[in-house]
């Protein structure tokens, strides 16, 4: 697989210290040899691994995992929802050199197809049941689908055994690999690929090396002041860059521990964060809002609990003030997946800073704002796209050279898509997007992907998809569709059945659908996406009932608002 390294960046990050010839798997081996006792993961359903525990699990998965053919190079795809099982398959990946490459639970065979074959992923690892969802038909279907996957292994959740598939409890009592045999991938070999969640039509593997996340992680940890008595809290998917490098890859780095909510709801968090003492987490504004909201209703937060991390959305004035009126500071956050989150708030930052900015740059870590035509730099206060250069930046898309170059400079830049100013003091204020994204509840949804969906519908002869408020996961779908010559009307039901027999993941599915004669188009063709986003605006101002039903949803998996058909 082609990386893009430009040798002279390596040179100066070597020289100053961001990259070097260690590798995660350096970092875990230290952490279980200075405190093998101390507790390294907790999750929700119960499960508490001391560092000891998951290394003498974790080398069972890997002799397992040799045994089966993995061998260095080789990238795993592990589809777990935030369980203790997950670092010990991280670290039987680190053990065998291989790659591991997240994978959101959520994700059905429409989209495991692609990211299996992009990776040409050798082993999978999935539950045998989460939520809803029963996963041993779509393994069934991946394994026979996909000719690279050797082995399949079923964390067992409550679903009845299955015969086809290696229960994973059985592969980490295999006879353990030894320090000998492993061989770990190092400095600018491929550590994980992080798959997009939806900026454009389809999924890009983002391909992250160990200097990659060394660099990132231990700047992140450097700026907020976390060590080895930190206990991380992490509601975010670890397939997200968020859940993957903060919530697991951070933790050990400092010899922490990563605290693990499969589920999120307000008052769960509250629940684990209190019981398990935590000191820090992170998550989309709107999940600490939530959090806030439950910890209001209840006893409050612990007094140990010193900072939580927002990101994927401005933080509002009153919540800041809602958390230092709890002893609790909050700090803004902001990045990519290609470009881990990159600029923070610090500890010591005035409010103010927080609400009105996104943060300096982490340490190691150039931004400037540029024209989005000439990626010519703007002065001081004007408004430009967000680039981002540094140690943590991602080394290309997986099989899409063409992608790569169309963000990543050969000087090293990275082309954010995002709209953004930065102050005299270096602070960066994200304004905006390039991108068609919808942003649900910190998911991104492609609008692109989901209008080519709709047009496979028999009935559909056009679709459009834009973004519409929500008071509670700030964005979900709205869908405008051009219905084909003589169709029976379309509803919502029979759209988010459509959606569900083609195995998409259900938060990509439209939450209210407007039925049209034609789309606003401009006189290039294309459509005036801004125009049907004021019309979606003006149909919620009058329904204040859908409101408030809306904003009382819990579900960040189902559509979560009680859509209609308009027309």
Known sequence: MTTCIDEVRAAAYRRDGYWGDAGLYDYWRLAVLAAPGRTAVVDCRGARLTYEQVDRAAAGLAGYLREAGVRAGDIVSVQLPNWAEFLVADVACLKLGAAINPTLPQHRLNELRHIIGRCATTAIIVPTRFRKTDYRELAASLSSECATVRTVLMVDNGGEPDDRFTAFEHATSHEPLTEQQCTPGRGTELAAVLFTSGSEASPKGVMLTHANVLAAERAFAADLGIGFTDRMFMPAPVAHATGYLHGVSMPFLVGGTSVLLDVFSGPA??????????????????????????????????????????????????????????????????????????????????ADRVIGTDGRPTSGTEIRIVDPRTRVEVPVGVEGEEASRGPGVFVGYLGDPARTAAVLDKDGWYYSGDLATVDPDGYVRITGRLKDVIVRGGENISATEVEAILRRHPEVKDAAVVAMPHPRLGESACAFLIQAPGSTPLDLAQVCRFFDELHVAKYKTPERVVVVEALPMTATGKVRKNELRAQVVAMLDQEPDRAREAAASTCDDEPCCPAQVQR
Do not use: K
Not at 325 to 344: F, I, M, N, R
């Open 269 to 350: 968090a509250v629940e684990m964060v209190n019981r398990e003492q935590a000191t820090c987490g992170m998550g989309a504004t709107t999940i600490i809002r939530d959090m806030f909201d439950a910890a209001d209703a209840g006893d409050g937060f612990h007094a140990g609990l010193r900072f939580l991390c927002c990101g994927g959305a401005p933080v509002p004035r009153d919540l800041v003030e809602r958390a230092l009126a709890d002893g609790v500071c909050l700090h803004s956050v902001y990045g990519s997946t290609e470009s881990a989150p990159h600029t923070l708030t610090r500890p010591g930052d005035p």
